[in-house]
């Protein structure tokens, strides 16, 4: 899929719409800028939701509850 876009000014630029529905970023998503060597790759970043239940076998409830309040600080 090819589309083109404009940078303003202040290096903004839009995410076409069909990149938006494809990978579910709407407004507030935060996106990782990542250097490639084929160019910028901007990727949804994962949030606690994404990772709740990942670690289930790594670490008791409390654990768990303690590093979800970490990365609750972290995002916001």
Do not use: H, W
């Not at 899929?1 to 995410?15: A, N, S, W």
């Not at 970023?25 to 990782?32: D, F, M, N, V, Y």
């Not at 076998?57 to 972290?74: C, H, N, T």
């Amino acid at each position: 899929m090819e589309d083109e876009v404009i940078v303003t000014r202040k290096g903004q630029t839009t995410i076409p719409i069909k990149f938006r529905e494809k990978y579910n970023i709407e407004e507030g998503t935060r996106l990782q800028v990542l250097d490639t060597n084929d160019g910028i790759l901007l990727r949804p970043k994962q949030s606690t939701l994404d990772l709740a239940g990942s670690g289930a076998r790594y670490a008791s409830p409390a654990q768990m509850r303690k590093l979800l309040e970490k990365l609750r600080d972290l995002d916001a």
